[in-house]
């Protein structure tokens, strides 16, 4: 999973992204077939504010792996109480 994020980093990165982070059952390595991909960001200089910018790189995340459900987000989004579980399980992909 972490390979296949790292092959879309040029892309995303080109999408205002300045960091992608891998959290839940696939960061553990817990991942079944019907799980999701949870997805957090940070994107450079505020660029992502607006909602067609926040989206493009969930769009690339999409298509990239079809017919899979992806949690995305951003990390400044994450209310309080799960900062601190999807913390733990956390991976920065880029």
Do not use: W
């Amino acid at each position: 999973m972490i390979d296949r994020l790292r092959a879309l980093e040029p892309e995303i990165r080109g999408q205002g992204v300045s960091a992608l982070y891998l959290y839940g059952s696939h960061a553990r390595d817990e991942a079944r077939d019907d799980s999701d991909i949870d997805i957090l960001v940070d994107f450079a200089n505020g660029r992502g504010a607006g909602f067609l910018e926040f989206m493009r790189p969930y769009e690339l995340l999409e298509s990239a792996f079809q017919g899979v459900e992806i949690g995305y987000g951003t990390r400044d989004s994450l209310a309080a109480p799960y900062r601190v579980h999807v913390a733990r399980d956390a991976v920065r992909v880029f």
